[in-house]
C-alpha cells in the first residue's frame, strides 16, 4: 500500500492527458487580427497540430507500481488552422505551415517559428497570403499543455485582400 499514491497519479495522469487532447481541440485560440487598414477585429483560431522528428527532450517520470511516464519534444510541426475574425466583416481563413520547437529540458519557456500560406476568403472573394509566425510557449517541456502567445504577420498576395497581423493567445497540447 505504500505506492498506491504512485499508481494512482500515473492513472489520473493519463487521463488528464485525454482531457488536454481535447481541450486543445475544441477550445479555440482567442486573439485579435489587425489589417494594413487599420480595422481591428476579434479572432478565433483553431491549430491542428502534428508533431515529427528526432526527440530533442525527454521527460522520464519513473513509478514503483506503474508504468514509466514519458513525454518527448518532437521539435517540427506540421499545421492546419481554421479561423474567423469577427469585426465589421467576418473574414474566414485556413493555414497550412511547417515550425521548429526550441524548448530546453530544464526550462519552461520555449520559443517556435513557422512559415506557411494562408487562405482567406472575405466578402466572399478569396485570396492566398503567406508569412511567419513566432510563439513564446510557457509550460514544462516535454509534457502536455502549454500556454501560447503568437505572433503572426499575413502578406496579403492579391490587391483584393489587405495584409494582416493577428495576435492569439491560447493553449496547445504538443
Known amino acids: 500500500m ?13 487521463l488528464f492527458d485525454e482531457v488536454f487532447r481535447a481541450t486543445d481541440l475544441f477550445v479555440p485560440d482567442l486573439g485579435v487580427r489587425f489589417e494594413r487598414r487599420g480595422d481591428a477585429a476579434f479572432a ?27 513525454n518527448v519534444l518532437q521539435p517540427h510541426r506540421v499545421a492546419f488552422e481554421p479561423g474567423l475574425a469577427l469585426g465589421d466583416v467576418t473574414v474566414a481563413s ?35 497570403a503567406l508569412g511567419p509566425q513566432l510563439s513564446v510557449r510557457y509550460g514544462r517541456c516535454c509534457g502536455p499543455m502549454y500556454l501560447v502567445l503568437a ?8 490587391s ?10 491560447g493553449f496547445s497540447y504538443r
Open 2 to 14: 505504500m505506492y498506491f499514491g504512485e499508481g494512482m497519479a500515473a492513472g489520473m495522469g493519463a
Open 44 to 70: 478565433l483560431a483553431w491549430p491542428l497540430v502534428l508533431s515529427f522528428g528526432r526527440p530533442t527532450a525527454v521527460q522520464i517520470r519513473r513509478y514503483h507500481c506503474a508504468d514509466d511516464g514519458v
Open 94 to 128: 485556413a493555414r497550412l505551415s511547417y515550425g521548429y520547437v526550441w524548448h530546453p529540458e530544464w526550462s519552461r519557456w520555449g520559443v517556435e517559428i513557422d512559415a506557411g500560406p494562408t487562405l482567406v476568403w472575405r466578402e466572399s472573394r478569396a485570396g492566398l
Open 151 to 158: 505572433l503572426r504577420y499575413d502578406v496579403s498576395l492579391s
Open 160 to 169: 483584393q485582400q489587405p495584409s494582416a497581423t493577428l495576435v492569439k493567445l
